[in-house]
């Protein structure tokens, strides 16, 4: 095994691979996943730069609801305020630099745990301790720095580039593919925070296609989904996705008899919507998954990992047997992309490893390719 050779440029190798015409093409080179280098350019001109999902706004309904990530290095809180808005800021105390809060959870005021300065819910200081001796000092100074934040389609997004232009804006297309589903409406019943050994656009690409699905997923949903049913259109410049036939195999997969607004096979199709940079959603007419990914060094990935219903399965008497064969479901799945996320890293850092020509079935790898590489200097 060996580490990135140095004296490779993978900005100059991903731009040069994704000048090939996609009948043509290979897999990105492998240094794109395991030079540090590329890291701190993905780091400064993607994830400082573009939207990233923290999860779902109803996961934090209550005023004082508050969850907490690093992104890009920059400690952050989103949180509810005293007047029912969602609002992302610095995570970091006016004071000495103290992180502030921790985990998820509700607060009625943000208080630091080193010198107990403490924060309304919007960032504007409320109380500092044995302060009135300093002649300097002038409370109504001290406000937490905000960051931009909106709420999508009951997504939360936040941004650390000030001049980010609205989110709707890069996923117009998107609307009139996915308008039925009503996801704005989808409930979250899990969420869960993980860790794997694998570097993240490993675990984006694996999403991105379902031609692994039969042989990674053969204990769980290889057998529910039909190679030659899956649909790959070409990408758009905000996200690419492709689209999969359901049975009733899996019935929460299909739309409930209460919906009414889905026909025809619209009503068992699965979009796998990847939002770029690494918002991962699987809609279906009854329920939907997501990975929001964020990298731990070249070779970890975080992930934000949550589900749940469309509104009829959540007010359907038997909602709960429907969630827990969902969950049951979605956990065994994750244990196969784990094991097969972790393979491919591990192969990645080969002095054998070399790309290959991609499938049919795996256009949405090549479009995420090309926007990686439009984002590079």
């Given at each position: ?7 490779v ?19 990105m ?17 993607i994830?400082r730069q ?10 934090l ?5 508050y ?10 809180m ?5 007047d029912g808005?969602l609002?992302?800021q ?16 509700n ?23 044995a ?7 002038e ?7 905000q ?9 939360i ?10 989110v ?29 050994d ?23 949903i290889?057998?529910?989904s ?10 758009l ?17 299909l ?5 009414t ?20 959603i699987t809609?279906?007419?009854?329920y ?32 709960q047997?429907?969630?827990t064969?969902l ?5 065994d ?13 591990r192969?990645?850092c ?7 020509h991609?499938?049919?079935l ?16």
């Amino acid at each position: 095994m060996t580490a990135h050779d140095p004296n490779v440029d993978p900005v100059a190798e991903l731009k040069a691979n994704v000048r090939v015409p996609f009948e043509n093409a290979r897999a990105m080179p492998k240094a794109v996943y395991t030079s540090e280098a590329f890291l701190e350019a993905e780091l400064q001109y993607i994830f400082r730069q573009d939207w990233f999902c923290v999860g779902r706004a109803d996961a934090l309904p209550n005023p004082g609801d508050y969850t907490t990530l690093d992104l890009a290095g920059q400690p952050i809180m989103v949180i509810r305020d005293a007047d029912g808005a969602l609002r992302a800021q610095s995570n970091v105390c006016l004071h000495r630099m103290s992180t502030l809060l921790h985990g998820s959870g509700n607060t009625k005021t943000i208080v630091c745990p080193y010198h107990a300065w403490t924060y309304n819910l919007d960032g504007k200081l409320r109380g500092a301790p044995a302060m009135t001796l300093n002649e300097g000092f002038e409370k109504s100074e001290y406000c937490l720095p905000q960051v931009k934040c909106e709420e999508w389609l009951g997504w939360i997004m936040i941004s650390l580039n000030p001049d980010a232009a609205p989110v709707g804006d890069g996923l117009s297309e998107m609307m009139p593919l996915i308008e039925n589903y009503g996801m704005e409406s989808y409930s979250q019943t899990f969420f869960e925070t993980h860790t794997w050994d694998t570097n993240w656009k490993v675990l984006a690409e694996n999403f991105m296609e379902s031609y692994h699905l039969p042989v990674c997923h053969a204990g769980t949903i290889g057998g529910l989904s039909k190679l030659e049913e899956m649909i790959c259109p070409p990408g758009l410049s905000g996200f690419n996705y492709h689209t999969i036939m359901k049975d009733d195999t899996l019935k929460i997969a299909l739309a409930h008899p209460d919906n009414t607004r889905m026909k025809g096979d619209e009503r068992r199709t699965t979009y796998l919507l990847a939002i770029y940079p690494s918002l991962l959603i699987t809609l279906t007419p009854g329920y939907f998954w997501y990975l929001s990914l964020h990298p731990n060094g070249v070779g970890k990935v975080d992930i934000r990992f949550g589900g749940g219903m469309s509104p009829e399965y959540v007010n359907d008497p038997e909602s709960q047997s429907h969630f827990t064969h969902l969950k049951s479901l979605l956990d065994d799945v994750n244990v196969e992309d784990k094991g097969c996320t972790e393979k491919v890293y591990r192969g990645l850092c080969s002095d054998a490893a070399k790309p290959g020509h991609l499938s049919h079935l795996e256009r949405p790898n090549y479009d995420f390719a090309t926007y990686l590489a439009s984002r590079m200097p």
